[in-house]
């Protein structure tokens, strides 16, 4: 962990329930993460990596240890801030792709910044818009989308507001091995030719096969951190 | 799992406390009605029973024609007759009484005691055993003098015994000293009247009445029962006096108070009727959308071998639960809501005595029969659709439910149903149908719009959320167009009570521009008029020439009196105005035929009829009548004039007013007509006002505009009695709009958990389910104003003949828009709360 982690933890501890029963879902966790990282998070069910991921992306509160994100500690702030930080720093690509069924491609791509109240930087939207390739079906509602093209577009809605780091819950899990493959070149695209930072949430090998680096979890601590081979240009 | 079970409770647990509230509010509304009013019965009995039981027999006099509830008879007993009775071997003893409302009291400060609704009433003191006062303090007046009081009303204006009050009735002011305070049929309190209770001699001089009773009240030797007294009573009695028994007077004195009263329980009634109906939408609505969520549930049961019938069972089942349950609740809020009303009565008014609660079995049937039927019958659509949920449904996420089978004649069905309720309103209206007609007409046309709005609700959601900006008012507007028919039954039930409103309002506003437009057409210039201080009851015959007399800046004086009669011929009676022969100086007649010398020229044989009694009974200017008053006479009587009447001065028959009084019996005047210089009207209404207030307090003098305003303050008064009762419709469709709320949002828990998740804060979550809600209910709003306009149009079109002004009051309906907006506020705020309050992380994995 050094202090160009644009997300990191330390001493992590995430207790759920009281007394006897209490379980650690993190037991004292530290973990950097760099800016331009693409990371897998893997481990069995229960290993507690999506606590890991939802404690560093501030949906959850941890029990105690620090959480910063781009600079700041986020395991205090109130809900208002952590509202505010999630919507300018963190970017969101879940298992269930989670497209709201009444806004087109485009409005489910420009929710964030609709949210914030912000105009959408043409051409980065544009840039987004090609990496996805949907530009002819922008206007097209979720139920008119398959599952692939789905989450293409919650991966443009992560993107679109250029977060410090996207954090990506399963992203493959409902995707057929054809629209995983697809989903998780473009995030590979979005660090490489992009330039943002992911942390992928995952048990299939071939998703993390993807990325720079891959932390294994077991039981609440990170048992592996290893360097994936693949040449990063 | 278990996490999930009790999210659903949770959301059950609101949804289940607003629809047996639903039930339980129109149930209580219907509860409380029957409780009120036989506990009003019920009291007004005991008093009437208490105030009569020394009273074995009791002699009434008998108009050959009865003018109505509570008016004066026109006959008296003759004096002579008192000793008959006396002379009738089965009689111990037997008195005169008599009564007059036609006084004012006041305190030794000056104050007036009583004045407002409810009557004061001169009672003369009867001894042992007819006592209908019991003194608690005191005694009964035995000098000339002497007066005795309701103890409530001495509390009231903190008199004691020994102080002096003063009255003013026929003849001069004078004063009284008050040596006794009572209880009157063993009541303090009856209903704010004030008593007042003097000598036999005292109170004929105050009614103006010579060698005349009211009422002979008779008491039988012992051994004689009451019955055989009545007869033989009645062998010596006139036909113009009624002989009952003692028992049999106060059933009839009682008689006229249930008469009354029915009137209000059908207008209470009603306004529960609609609170059930408004509930019918909300429990149709809740199942509908509960049945929906259950799907994958019903499903799972069907894959486990369950028939349509048993699913369907369940939710019927669920549906009498509910209905009982809520129908219990509802009874038992009535029991409340009776005391809630009582005192509402009592801040317009009435105060009506009412002793413990009388709870009849039959407020218990109707009220579980009615709760539970109407709960049935709105759950019973959903069941059935419960029972189309496919077994396959269980298996896959996220299925749908199948539009129905029948969904396609929805709309259909909906403009079927409007146009039988139109139907219906203008056969009542038009075809001389009855209110019940239009009132069943409007409940079809209700359902028929309920039916048609998911059509209406896309453009209206869009436009009526246009103002609200960015992203969030985005979602409002498509999250209320995303089940357009939930919306629209939950925006059809606050339609119900808006359209009522706004009809009510308008009505109200046009009746104000008729009566204004009616009296400016009629009254000349510089008229005045009087009235008794308590409303509608006559003045003293000798006001009239009193008026004229005292204050020499009034040029005419005109006394307007009414009575009935039956005509030969006619069915039912026909109303009588006695019209003197100086009217056109004051009041301007709208004749058809005639002219304004005919009222002066009527003498002893002629008549003026209204068009509308014309019409209906084919009469032409000397036409003959054969007319019997309520003294008994017979007179016929030749069509001399027919007038159009809009401002209601014209019974069907007039006459002039001294027939009135010679053959009618009148002895008092309705109204009189003071015309002055209208140069002058404020310095001659001085004069006037300080006479009055001298020789006659209980008139007063109102100029035309005064008139008008008074009118449409009674109108005000009425209307805001509706609004407070139309209320209770509306605050049940916003516990409909409540629920639909929270089930939506229990329904879009992930995209909640979602919005949050990728930044979006409470505040914009609250905001944006505040938009829906508001959306929702101005939707309700706009459509209730719009059918509010239609009804109140073609009302006016059915009254326009009677002379009725349309007259919309715009800005009332603009306020009444933006309240159907700010209700849409209230009703967002608990499920907006629980909708910012959902844990993110536990919203996400929501399935």
Redesign the interface.
């Known amino acids: 962990m050094t202090s160009a982690d644009i997300v990191s933890c330390t001493d992590l501890v995430r207790r759920y329930g009281e007394g006897e029963a209490a379980v650690n879902a993190l037991a004292g966790v530290t973990v950097g993460f760099t800016k331009g990282e693409y990371a897998a998070i893997m481990g069995p069910s229960g290993s507690g990596k999506s606590t890991l991921m939802?404690c560093l992306?501030g949906?959850?509160r941890p029990t105690a240890g620090s959480v910063v994100v781009d600079g700041v500690e986020i395991a205090s702030l109130d809900?208002?801030s952590l509202?505010?930080l999630?919507?300018?720093k963190?970017?969101?690509i879940?298992q269930?792709f989670?497209l709201?069924?009444?806004?087109s491609a485009e409005?489910n791509i420009l929710?964030?910044l609709?949210?914030?109240?912000r105009k959408p930087d043409q051409e980065w939207y544009d840039r987004l818009v090609d990496t996805i390739g949907l530009r002819d079906r922008l206007s097209h509602r979720p139920s008119q989308l398959s599952g692939g093209q789905q989450q293409r577009v919650a991966v443009a809605?992560a993107l679109v507001s250029r977060p410090a780091v996207v954090f990506a819950d399963e992203p493959t899990g409902n995707l057929d091995s054809k629209a995983s493959a697809e989903v998780l070149q473009m995030l590979r695209q979005a660090v490489d030719d992009l330039g943002q930072t992911v942390i992928m949430v995952t048990h299939d090998h071939e998703a993390a096969d993807v990325a720079d680096r891959t932390v294994v979890l077991t039981d609440g601590l990170i048992v592996e951190d290893r360097r994936t081979t693949v040449a990063v240009a | 799992m278990l996490k999930l079970s009790l999210r659903g409770f949770g959301a059950r647990k609101v949804r289940l406390g607003l629809t047996l509230l639903a039930v339980a509010l129109g149930v209580a509304l219907i509860s409380g009605t029957y409780v009120l009013t036989d506990t009003i019965n019920k009291s007004f009995d005991n008093i009437f029973a208490t105030a009569a039981k020394g009273t074995d027999v009791s002699v009434t006099p008998k108009d050959a024609v009865v003018e109505g509830n509570g008016a004066d008879t026109a006959t008296t007993i003759p004096a002579a007759f008192l000793s008959k009775v006396q002379a009738v071997p089965g009689v111990s003893k037997a008195v005169g009484t008599v009564g007059t409302s036609n006084v004012a009291l006041f305190t030794s400060a000056n104050k007036r005691i009583g004045g407002g609704g409810a009557p004061t009433q001169v009672i003369s003191a009867t001894p042992k055993p007819f006592d209908v006062i019991s003194y608690t303090d005191g005694r009964a007046p035995t000098g000339d003098n002497e007066v005795a009081l309701l103890a409530s009303t001495a509390k009231d204006k903190h008199i004691k015994v020994g102080d002096d009050v003063s009255i003013v009735g026929n003849g001069p002011r004078q004063t009284l000293k008050v040596v006794g305070l009572g209880k009157f049929g063993g009541v303090s309190n009856v209903g704010g009247f004030v008593a007042v209770i003097v000598t036999l001699p005292e109170a004929q001089r105050l009614a103006g009445v010579k060698d005349a009773y009211d009422e002979i009240l008779v008491a039988g030797k012992p051994g004689v029962t009451p019955p055989e007294l009545r007869s033989q009573v009645q062998s010596i009695a006139p036909s113009t006096v009624n002989v009952r028994t003692g028992q049999q007077q106060a059933d009839e004195n009682a008689s006229d108070i249930h008469d009354a009263l029915g009137f209000l329980t059908t207008a209470l009634l009603a306004f529960g009727g609609i609170a059930l109906f408004v509930g019918a939408f909300i429990i149709f609505n809740t199942f509908s959308i509960t049945v929906a969520q259950r799907m994958r549930e019903f499903a799972l049961l069907r894959t486990l071998g369950a028939s349509r019938r048993q699913v369907m069972m369940q939710v019927i089942f669920e549906g009498l639960v509910i209905g009982v349950a809520g129908s219990v609740i509802g009874l038992l809020l009535g029991v409340v809501l009776a005391k809630g009303l009582r005192a509402l009565f009592k801040l317009f008014g009435a105060d009506l005595p009412s002793q413990g609660t009388i709870i009849e079995t039959r407020t218990i049937v109707v009220s579980l029969l009615v709760g539970t039927i109407v709960t049935l019958l709105s759950g019973l659509a959903p069941a059935y659709r419960a029972t189309k949920v496919p077994p396959v449904a269980a298996l896959r996420e996220g299925a749908v439910l199948p539009p129905g089978r029948n969904a396609r004649f929805v709309t259909p069905g909906g403009i079927v149903l409007t146009a039988l309720g139109a139907a219906g309103i203008a056969l009542g209206l038009f075809g001389g149908g009855s209110v019940a007609l239009v009132g069943l007409g409007a409940l079809l046309v209700f359902l028929g719009i309920a039916l048609l709005s998911p059509k209406l609700v896309p453009p209206l959601a869009s436009f009526i959320g246009a103002p609200m900006p960015g992203i969030v008012g985005r979602l409002a507007r498509e999250n209320a167009t995303r089940q357009a028919g939930r919306t629209a039954v939950t925006a059809s039930a606050l339609m119900i009570g808006v359209t009522l409103v706004a009809f009510v309002s308008i009505f109200a506003q046009g009746l104000k521009a008729t009566i204004d437009d009616a009296v400016d057409t009629a009254a000349k210039p510089g008229t005045l008029i009087i009235e008794n201080t308590a409303g509608g009851s006559p003045l003293p015959a000798q006001v009239a020439p009193g008026i004229k007399a005292a204050v020499p800046g009034v040029r005419t004086v005109a006394p307007i009196s009414f009575s009935t009669s039956k005509v030969a011929g006619v069915a039912g009676k026909t109303s009588v105005s006695g019209i003197p022969a100086n009217i056109s100086q004051v009041f301007d007649t709208q004749w058809k035929q005639g002219n304004d010398a005919t009222f002066a020229s009527l003498g002893a044989t002629g008549a003026v009829v209204t068009k509308k009694f014309a019409d209906a009974q084919h009469l032409k200017v000397g036409s003959k009548l054969s007319v019997l008053t309520p003294t008994g006479k017979r007179l016929s009587l030749t069509v001399r004039g027919i007038a159009d009447d809009n401002s209601g001065l014209l019974a069907d028959l007039s006459v002039s007013h001294d027939l009135a009084t010679t053959a009618f019996g009148k002895t008092g005047d309705a109204l009189i007509f003071a015309g002055v210089p209208p140069a002058q009207e404020q310095a001659v209404k001085a004069q006037l006002d300080a006479k009055l207030k001298q020789f006659y307090p209980i008139a007063e003098a109102k100029t035309i505009q005064q008139f008008k305003d008074q009118q449409a303050t009674q109108i005000n008064g009425l209307l805001v009695l509706i609004y407070v009762l139309l209320l209770l419709a509306v605050v049940i469709s916003l516990f409909g709009i409540v629920n639909t709320l929270v089930l939506s949002i229990y329904e879009r828990t992930r995209e909640l958990g979602m919005l949050r998740a990728i930044g979006t804060s409470r505040r914009q979550v609250k905001r944006m389910i505040r938009y829906e809600s508001i959306i929702t209910a101005v939707i309700g709003a706009v459509i209730g104003v719009v059918l509010g306009i239609v009804f109140a149009l073609a009302v006016a079109q059915a009254l326009s003949s009677d002379g009725f002004k349309l007259s919309i009051p715009i800005v009332q309906l603009v306020i009444l828009l933006v309240l159907g907006a700010l209700a849409g506020v209230l009703a967002a705020i608990l499920p907006a709360r629980r909708a910012a309050r959902l844990n993110v992380l536990e919203a996400l994995a929501y399935e």
């Open positions: 939802h992306a949906l959850d809900d208002k509202t505010t999630r919507r300018d963190i970017g969101f879940f269930s989670n709201l069924p009444v806004l409005e929710l964030p609709s949210i914030a109240g809605r």
